[in-house]
């Protein structure tokens, strides 16, 4: 079975700082490039960082230089460090792999507040 499970949300005011995390199960992955996604309302969801097995990274623009992806192979886990955060980051945010399988948790939402 195929668990994804995001934590570390909450509501920050704009500047602030969070730390996500996603626990996954081995089967997604231990052979995957990992990603996250977020989605805001209204919007399609859209990947903000990915991360290697090896730790190379790549992050859209909106949030190059703010957010930094890490993994820890060992855990399974994956992180996503966001500083700096504007009231546009504002979204419920999803780890997968990338392409992302059909497999999604339940997210964890960020809000920031202007």
């Known amino acids: 079975q195929v668990q994804l499970v995001e934590s570390g949300g909450g509501l920050v005011q704009a500047g602030g700082s969070l730390r996500l995390s996603c626990a996954a199960s081995?089967?997604?992955?231990?052979?995957?490039?990992m990603g996250w996604y977020r989605q805001a309302p209204g919007n399609q969801r859209e990947l903000v960082a990915d991360?290697?097995?090896?730790?190379?990274?790549n992050y859209a623009d909106s949030v190059k230089g703010r957010f930094t992806a890490s993994r820890d192979n060992a855990r399974n886990t994956v992180y996503l460090q966001m500083n700096s955060l504007k009231p546009e980051d504002t979204a419920v945010y999803y780890c997968n792999a990338r392409p992302p399988s059909k497999y999604w948790g339940q997210g964890t939402q960020v809000t920031v507040s202007s």
């Open positions: 081995t089967r997604i992955f231990v052979i995957n490039t």
């Open positions: 991360i290697t097995v090896g730790g190379s990274t």
